[in-house]
């Protein structure tokens, strides 16, 4: 069973950075995209940014040019880091993989990692 895991959320004021990261246990191939999606109280979770294996990437407009993702396909590991941080980041962020394995699509959450955007 392929299980991920969160780590690195907290509470951080406006303009700082924050750098999340997920690590991987169970899965017995490489994993297709990998990703992170966030829900903020009230809301619909939402997708943020996307890597695949090969390294192309995807954000959601608003967070463009202020966070980055990343992966390490070596340890099956992925981060985001975010800069700039605004109060409206402020949500729950879930990692994510999705792909096919012969043919069988898979979808795996982790539990989420709360992140606080406040002064």
């Known amino acids: 069973q392929v299980k991920l895991l969160e780590s690195g959320g907290g509470m951080v004021q406006p303009g700082k950075s924050l750098r999340l990261s997920c690590s991987t246990s169970?899965?017995?191939?490489?994993?297709?995209?990998m990703g992170w999606y966030r829900q903020a109280q009230g809301k619909q979770r939402e997708f943020v940014a996307q890597?695949?294996?090969?390294?192309?990437?995807n954000y959601i407009d608003s967070v463009k040019g202020r966070f980055t993702i990343s992966r390490d396909n070596s340890k099956d590991t992925m981060d985001l880091q975010m800069t700039s941080l605004k109060p409206e980041d402020t949500a729950v962020y879930y990692c994510?993989?999705?792909?096919?394995?012969?043919?069988?699509?898979?979808?795996?959450w982790g539990q989420g990692a709360p992140v606080t955007v406040s002064s």
């Open positions: 169970g899965n017995m191939f490489a994993l297709d995209v």
């Open positions: 994510h993989a999705q792909g096919t394995r012969r043919g069988a699509p898979y979808e795996y």
């Open positions: 890597i695949n294996y090969a390294g192309t990437t």
